[in-house]
């Protein structure tokens, strides 16, 4: 823990204690302290778990929030010990300090876990999940489980309300925090006079993913795929869109490529690539609401582990589409190309329509904006939503008897 960690400033506002694991959820939950902030004319404090972005917007963590972001099965094990040290000293604090509500974003293991001890001590504390599970999509038992322990949820989906509803659990639809990223606001014409890219050169993004497994998977099928399209468009540009975990790698990898390839990590310079680019091709991820945003029409790729696959397939999936938006319209608005589906030749043909006629890019342009639109662009920021939603149950609550 941190050095003092009992120590909380004190003010006449709510005392706000969050929990997030992950980089997004540090920026969903910078985004909703922001927004508490200017609900309450700055008359909030906040305690909890989070990273860099939530720290500079007033929260001491009691804990490196990058304890909590372990995948897979090699970096769990070894760290079982310290995480449920962490999951009783943080059902411990949240005790001691008895916030007025506790917020958890993602890490919904490390979460749910503390969430029931703290259920179990009967304290009254409204605990609230901000970003539901996608019961809709697999695993749909959580929804009941989660009606168990918590008192409130926050979905991302306006479709998503319903199946906690159901279970008894009260659920609020805020919007995608995606719509408050800036996508669509990248300067096409800055990033291709900084790289020397000429306007009427073909450019195309690629988005091969964030974690090494996808890149290992996926980018080899890019790259014979945009081999393949320089047949056609010669003087064809890449630009590739990563992160900083695997960006050296995806560096190593593209180096011998026969076509001007430029990587960039920041936001604001992917948005910007996103601007300049004609058509894009991506991992399946929130990146296809970004690019949405951005107005880049795409198509979408991905392959996963054949094991996994099957097991999804048979016993989890209940979706019959990858992409959000195509979810949401329920049609394939921005062509997948899933598992055995994403092959070179099939992807060429794909990206290559959206290259070479500007209608096709018009048209899923178009057709993704009432999928945006009930996502909560055009309304009222999420994050705000997200906050008036927790200051309402933390007032619905305190009118109720307690529970202690």
Same mark, same amino acid.
């Given at each position: 823990?941190?050095?003092?960690?009992g120590?909380?400033?004190?003010?006449?506002?709510?005392?706000i204690?969050?929990?997030?694991?992950?980089?997004s959820?540090?920026?969903?939950?910078?985004?909703?302290?922001?927004?508490?902030k200017? %609900?309450?004319?700055?008359?909030? *404090? /906040?305690a909890?778990?989070? !990273?860099?972005r939530? @720290? +500079?917007?007033? =929260?001491?963590?009691?804990?490196p929030?990058?304890?909590?972001?372990?995948?897979?099965?090699?970096?769990?094990?070894?760290?079982?010990?310290?995480?449920?040290?962490?999951?009783?000293?943080?059902?411990?604090?949240?005790?001691?300090?008895?916030?007025?509500?506790?917020?958890s974003?993602?890490?919904s293991?490390?979460?749910?876990?503390?969430?029931?001890?703290?259920?179990?001590?009967?304290?009254?504390?409204?605990?609230?999940?901000?970003?539901?599970?996608?019961?809709?999509?697999?695993?749909?038992?959580?929804?009941?489980?989660?009606?168990?322990?918590?008192?409130?949820?926050?979905?991302?989906?306006?479709?998503?309300?319903?199946?906690?509803?159901?279970?008894?659990?009260?659920?609020?639809?805020?919007?995608?925090?995606?719509?408050e990223?800036?996508? %669509?606001?990248?300067?096409?014409? *800055? /990033?291709?006079?900084?790289? !020397?890219?000429?306007? @009427? +050169?073909?450019? =195309?993004?690629?988005?091969?993913?964030?974690?090494?497994?996808?890149?290992?998977?996926?980018?080899?099928?890019?790259?014979?795929?945009?081999?393949?399209?320089?047949?056609?468009?010669?003087?064809?540009?890449?630009?590739?869109?990563?992160?900083?975990?695997?960006a050296?790698?995806?560096?190593?990898?593209?180096?011998?490529?026969?076509?001007?390839v430029v990587?960039?990590?920041?936001?604001?310079?992917?948005?910007?690539?996103?601007?300049?680019?004609?058509?894009?091709?991506?991992?399946s991820?929130?990146?296809?609401?970004?690019?949405?945003?951005?107005?880049?029409?795409?198509?979408?790729?991905y392959?996963?582990n054949?094991i996994?696959?099957?097991?999804?397939?048979?016993?989890?999936?209940?979706?019959?589409?990858?992409?959000?938006?195509?979810?949401?319209?329920?049609?394939?608005?921005?062509?997948?190309?899933?598992?055995?589906?994403?092959r070179?030749?099939?992807?060429?043909?794909?990206?290559?329509k959206?290259?070479r006629?500007?209608?096709?890019?018009?048209?899923?342009?178009?057709?993704?904006?009432?999928?945006?639109?009930?996502?909560?662009?055009?309304?009222?920021?999420?994050?705000?939503?997200?906050?008036?939603?927790?200051?309402?149950?933390?007032?619905?609550?305190?009118?109720q008897?307690?529970?202690?």
């Open positions: 823990m941190t050095s003092n960690p120590i909380v400033e004190r003010s006449a506002g709510p005392l204690f969050l929990m997030a694991g992950e980089s959820g540090d920026a969903i939950g910078a985004r909703l302290m922001s927004a508490l200017r %609900e309450t004319n700055g008359d909030v *404090r /906040f909890g778990i989070g !990273g860099e939530m @720290s +500079a917007e007033g =929260l001491t963590s009691d804990f929030m990058e304890e909590l972001s372990v995948m897979g099965l090699t970096e769990v094990l070894p760290r079982i010990p310290l995480i449920l040290r962490r999951i009783r000293e943080t059902a411990s604090r949240i005790e001691a300090l008895h916030p007025a509500a506790v917020v974003i993602d890490a293991g490390f979460c749910g876990r503390v969430e029931k001890r703290v259920k179990r001590k009967r304290l009254g504390i409204p605990l609230i999940r901000y970003v539901a599970p996608m019961v809709w999509a697999w695993r749909p038992w959580k929804a009941k489980e989660s009606a168990r322990f918590l008192d409130h949820i926050m979905t991302l989906l306006p479709f998503e309300p319903p199946y906690f509803e159901k279970e008894g659990l009260p659920a609020t639809f805020v919007g995608h925090p995606v719509i990223e800036g996508a %669509e606001q990248g300067d096409g014409g *800055r /990033f291709r006079a900084r790289h !020397g890219i000429p306007a @009427s +050169a073909p450019l =195309l993004a690629l988005l091969p993913g964030s974690r090494r497994g996808e890149i290992a998977r996926l980018l080899p099928r890019f790259a014979e795929t945009v081999e393949r399209l320089t047949t056609e468009w010669p003087n064809l540009h890449v630009v590739i869109a990563t992160v900083d975990t695997v050296e790698s995806v560096a190593s990898r593209t180096a011998s490529w026969p076509m001007p990587i960039v990590r920041s936001a604001n310079e992917k948005y910007d690539a996103f601007a300049a680019a004609n058509a894009a091709l991506a991992a991820g929130t990146v296809s609401l970004e690019l949405a945003l951005a107005r880049c029409p795409m198509v979408i790729a392959r996963i054949f996994t696959a099957a097991i999804l397939r048979v016993f989890l999936m209940r979706v019959r589409y990858a992409t959000l938006v195509n979810v949401m319209l329920n049609r394939p608005v921005i062509p997948e190309f899933l598992q055995f589906a994403c070179p030749e099939r992807l060429t043909e794909a990206v290559g959206l290259l006629d500007p209608e096709a890019r018009r048209a899923q342009i178009d057709a993704v904006r009432p999928a945006l639109h009930a996502l909560g662009m055009d309304g009222s920021p999420p994050s705000t939503r997200a906050a008036r939603t927790v200051l309402r149950v933390i007032a619905e609550k305190t009118k008897p307690s529970m202690a």
